[in-house]
């Protein structure tokens, strides 16, 4: 679903990536084998993660999805003292979860995408399956890995 709005409503000259959830903007590039690594390892040790979509949330601009997942965020803490002192401010907070489906667009726009969607959402349990990680190329974004979840247990928090 949420891919299928991105590529209905993300303006297409800016939209290189799948819907995704941003969990840190930006790690520094001379630490990328070792995040490799302990994402590797991480997801080897994590079940597959709990989560709602619980609401169209208003970006101004644009237009997310809402996303409640302790379960995420514990993830995202450990990862986050894993690289602690080498994350920029930006990421030194936990994010807003969320998947956003239209950026960069008309404030009009924006509202009229978020009043169709409340219109007819409806609150949903999924689960994430795994990590990914990004390489930023000053426009594009370069697939730098993806592991999925595999632990038949889940992580306790």
Not at 38 to 58: K, N, S, Y
Not at 66 to 77: A, H, Y
Not at 98 to 109: C, F, G, I, P, S
Request: charged share 25%; aromatic share 8%.
């Amino acid at each position: 679903m949420a891919d299928r709005l991105r590529r209905a409503h993300f303006p297409p000259e800016r939209n290189h990536l799948a819907a995704h959830v941003t969990l840190f903007h930006a790690v520094p590039g001379r630490l990328e084998d070792e995040a490799r690594a302990f994402l590797a390892r991480l997801a080897a040790e994590t079940a597959p993660v709990d989560a709602l979509l619980c609401e169209v949330m208003d970006l101004g601009s644009g237009t997310a999805l809402r996303i409640e997942s302790p379960q995420l965020l514990n993830l995202r803490d450990h990862i986050a003292e894993h690289f602690h002192g080498m994350l920029t401010a930006q990421d030194s907070h936990r994010p807003r979860l969320h998947v956003t489906v239209q950026n960069k667009v008309e404030r009009a726009d924006a509202r009229a995408l978020q009043q169709e969607l409340a219109s007819n959402f409806r609150p949903r349990r999924f689960a994430f399956a795994g990590l990914a990680l990004h390489r930023y190329l000053d426009g594009p974004w370069d697939d730098a890995g993806r592991w999925t979840f595999r632990s038949a247990a889940r992580r306790r928090d």
